[in-house]
Structures are given as structure tokens and as C-alpha cells.
């Protein structure tokens, strides 16, 4: 069946039964188990206009991914577009703008613009792909003091599910422009997304732990400092299992502890300051890991794996964290190594994400001050199923204080619908976007608008 789009490409067409099938089909996130029809890994833009067309005058959908860290749809009758390949970056200092090819992850970007003093507000992970966090919002590590990365979006080359390219800027197309900056995928193929940078002349920043038993007084007394916190100040605030790995210090080796990840921009010492201001509140640190950091350290500042596991997440937006929130949170968590949610985490917001961007975009702003984050590793189907419990068991017990919605980047492939991602106006908005540019549905919508 395939035999024409195969003519039509320079890169690879790969199907079922085919030795690097598997290989390829499978996503960061190992918990998906993903089934395209096939399989094309485009070396050029030429590719996925081929692919787009031919999808469409066969009935097949199409679905993009880099690296698959947001899969979880079901690609049946869908030819899956792996662009790792598309990893051109260029660098303009004088415009403090990048381009930045479909394939491209964050630390592939944070290395091309450490040199010339310049950051985008990427994910906490460095292998996360630059387009896709980009077009589901994007709430980086900067994001306090830059807003959203999904913002910073400035101009995108796209195939329609027609297989046409078209370049989206301020003076054309310029409702897609705005749907790609935070409106998830499915509008369009982005094969180059051109982004506004930010300089970054000093940073300071990293990791502190607490022992776990210690994490009530250490979550008051974050919540406290966040609520009087500079923008320039970014954190995130969870437990985490360490593993018993020789990488890990003997003291901690196994065990469960409160982490705090911190990122200041600004002078080495006006940081210090502003985090002393929270350990001086709390029980002493079992490690202070803060330090001058350069744009470079900004690609795994939480020390995320770097390797593919089993995953499953959800993501909550919180008005408030007082006391009784923090409670039940940490008692439904619980503090074992073993625990169903083996890292929650609560992300401070407010700054520049609550504000208003004069250039606009699907994401919006974003007025909750807090931002909570479930993660579990799903390591078997019934771990999987004890961990979605827990979470929402977890959701549930922070109903007083959930506003019932969530960020692009954080909802839940097949689960969270766009009613729990965007509100009505916008969402009207994108229906709109997305039967002009593809009325029939070819591109594979990550939250469908019915």
C-alpha cells in the first residue's frame, strides 16, 4: 500500500515486520504502546508534505512526534512521523532569535546558545523535544521571569494536511500562528519553528534536600516564600525515591526526600540571598547543591533520567496550597520509596505567566499560582493502575483548592479533554483554526474539538 509514498521520500519508510519496526514505533514515555500503520522518518521538509498528501488521499491520519514524550493517542490507520532527523539550529545574536528544526530537544538548543550568552525557557528534562514543548505551551524553567515559551514563538514553517508549506508569521497566517503557540498539535506539520530569545548574562540556581519526614515544615515554608518571591526567582518544589544507585550519595541511597529546584536570574549573590531567605525557615538541608550556573546547566537542572521509562503523569492547577492542601497531599503521596506516586511535585507559577503577551497565543495566561505535577513510574500494568488511582485520589482530595484545569503540556493523552485544557473562547478559536487549514481531519489532534 505503501509503495508510492516510499518513491516520493529521501528519508525512511519503515512498516510493520521490518527489523527497526519496534524501535522505531516506540515512544519516551515506554508505558504507551504505540501501533501506526506506518512509520516515516523525514530528512527534509519535502518528506512530510509527501507524507501529509498521500495521508490524505488514502484516509490514513497523520501524528508527529520527536520523541514521544507526550504519546499516548491511538495511531491506528495513522502513519507516525518521526522527525529526529530535522535537527538544524541556527543562531542569529544580533536578533537574539533561533531556528530550530523539528527534531531538535532542549539540550541539543541550551549547547547552541550557551555561547552567545542566550537562553529559551525549555522543559526540566534535556531530551524533551524543542517544537512540541514549544507548541503545548511550553511552561519552562524561566518561565517566571520570560513567561511561556509557546510566546516566544515568532515565526513557523508548516505542511498543512494537505501537504501544502506555508511559512506563518506576524504578516501571514496569522491564525495559525496563533494556534501553534500553545494550542497543542494538530493544525498543521511544523517542520521549523524560528524563537525570540532571552540573554541571560547571570544565573544561579540547583537542587536542595530535605529528609522526606521533614517535608510538611519544608512545603509551608515554601509556600510561604513563593508567596513574596521576585520574578526572577523560578522553583519547584516535590519527593522524589532516590534510586540505590552508586551515583547517589551513601546517605541518601533508597531513600525518599524533599527536593527543591531553584533557578534565579540574576547575580550569584542576590540569588543566595533570595533562597537563604527559605532555608532559614526550614530544617537544616541534608545537601545545599546551589551554585553560579551558566546557560549550558539549564538543560537537566533537575537531574531528570535521561533514558526511556514508564510513565504515567497528570497535571492539576492549584488557586492556593494551605496547610490542609499540603497535608493531604504528602499523606496520599505517602513517604515510602516505594509509593504509587513516586515524585510529586509542586511548581511555582505567577510572574510573567499570569500576564497578558502583547503578540498573544492559544496558551494565554495562566492566573493560578500553582502548578501540581503527579508523576509514577508505571513499571506494570498494575502498578499503572494503582498510580492512575492514586492520582486521582490525590485530585480529588485538592478539590477545595484545583481550579479543575490544567496546562497543554501537562494533561493526559486520551484522558484530559480540551475542556480541561483551554477555556471556550479559545477553544472556539482553534475549532475554527483547524477546519480551515484542515477540515477533514487528516493531522492527529492532541485534544479533539468536536
Given at each position: ?57 488514502h484516509g490514513l491520519r497523520v501524528a508527529v512526534q520527536c520523541t514521544g514524550h507526550g504519546a499516548g493517542a491511538d495511531l491506528g490507520g495513522t502513519i507516525m512521523v518521526r522527525t529526529s532527523a530535522l535537527r538544524e539550529i541556527t543562531v542569529d545574536p544580533a536578533s537574539n532569535v533561533a531556528r530550530v528544526g523539528a527534531g531538535v530537544r532542549g539540550r541539543d538548543l541550551v549547547a547552541a546558545l550557551s555561547p552567545h550568552g542566550l537562553a529559551a525557557s525549555l522543559g526540566s528534562g534535556p531530551t524533551t523535544g524543542v517544537v512540541g514543548f514549544t507548541m503545548f505551551g511550553g511552561a519552562g524553567v524561566l518561565g517566571r521571569p520570560t513567561g511561556f515559551t509557546a510566546h516566544k514563538v515568532v515565526a513557523a514553517d508548516v505542511v498543512t494536511a494537505d501537504g501544502t ?286
Amino acid at each position: 500500500m505503501f509503495s508510492g509514498l516510499s518513491r516520493q521520500l529521501r528519508g525512511r519508510l519503515l512498516l510493520p515486520g521490518d527489523a527497526d519496526w519496534d524501535t522505531a514505533r516506540r515512544p519516551w514515555n515506554l508505558r504507551v504502546d504505540q501501533r501506526p500503520a506506518a512509520i516515516v522518518e523525514p530528512e527534509a521538509a519535502g518528506d512530510m508534505a509527501a507524507t501529509a498528501a498521500y495521508a490524505a488521499r488514502h484516509g490514513l491520519r497523520v501524528a508527529v512526534q520527536c520523541t514521544g514524550h507526550g504519546a499516548g493517542a491511538d495511531l491506528g490507520g495513522t502513519i507516525m512521523v518521526r522527525t529526529s532527523a530535522l535537527r538544524e539550529i541556527t543562531v542569529d545574536p544580533a536578533s537574539n532569535v533561533a531556528r530550530v528544526g523539528a527534531g531538535v530537544r532542549g539540550r541539543d538548543l541550551v549547547a547552541a546558545l550557551s555561547p552567545h550568552g542566550l537562553a529559551a525557557s525549555l522543559g526540566s528534562g534535556p531530551t524533551t523535544g524543542v517544537v512540541g514543548f514549544t507548541m503545548f505551551g511550553g511552561a519552562g524553567v524561566l518561565g517566571r521571569p520570560t513567561g511561556f515559551t509557546a510566546h516566544k514563538v515568532v515565526a513557523a514553517d508548516v505542511v498543512t494536511a494537505d501537504g501544502t508549506r506555508l511559512r506563518c508569521d506576524t504578516e501571514a497566517h496569522q491564525d495559525l500562528l496563533w494556534a501553534l503557540r500553545g494550542g497543542g498539535g494538530g493544525f498543521a506539520l511544523v517542520t521549523h519553528l524560528e524563537l525570540r530569545l532571552d540573554r541571560v548574562p547571570e544565573l544561579f540556581g540547583g537542587q536542595v534536600m530535605w529528609a522526606a519526614a521533614a517535608a510538611d515544615e519544608v512545603f509551608a515554608a515554601w509556600r510561604d516564600w513563593t508567596a513574596g518571591l521576585p520574578p526572577e526567582m523560578s522553583s519547584t518544589l516535590g519527593i522524589v525515591s532516590l534510586p540505590p544507585s552508586p551515583a547517589v550519595p551513601e546517605p541518601l541511597r533508597g531513600t525518599r526526600v524533599a527536593t527543591l529546584t531553584a533557578c534565579y536570574v540574576g547575580p550569584a549573590g542576590q540569588g543566595a540571598d533570595v533562597l537563604g531567605e527559605l532555608t532559614a525557615r526550614t530544617p537544616a538541608p541534608l545537601a545545599n547543591a546551589c551554585r553560579p550556573l551558566t546557560a549550558a546547566d539549564l538543560g537537566n537542572l533537575s537531574n531528570n533520567p535521561g533514558v526511556p521509562m514508564p510513565a504515567r503523569m497528570r497535571g492539576e492547577l492549584l488557586s492556593g496550597l494551605p496547610d490542609e492542601a499540603i497535608g493531604k497531599l504528602l499523606r496520599l503521596t505517602g513517604q515510602e520509596p516505594d509509593a504509587p506516586i513516586t515524585m510529586p511535585f509542586v511548581r511555582h507559577l505567577g510572574g510573567m505567566f499570569a500576564q497578558d503577551h502583547p503578540d498573544g497565543g492559544a496558551i494565554g495566561r495562566c492566573e493560578a499560582p500553582y502548578l501540581l505535577e503527579l508523576l509514577g513510574l508505571a513499571v506494570t500494568p498494575e502498578a499503572d493502575e494503582a498510580i492512575r488511582r492514586n492520582q486521582h485520589a490525590i485530585s480529588a482530595a485538592l478539590g477545595p483548592w484545583s481550579t479543575g484545569t490544567t496546562l497543554p503540556g501537562f494533561a493526559v493523552p486520551q484522558e484530559d479533554t480540551a475542556e480541561r485544557v483551554y477555556p471556550p473562547a479559545t477553544r472556539d478559536r482553534l475549532r475554527r483554526v483547524k477546519n480551515s487549514y484542515d477540515p477533514d481531519g487528516v493531522i492527529l489532534p492532541s485534544f479533539p474539538l468536536p
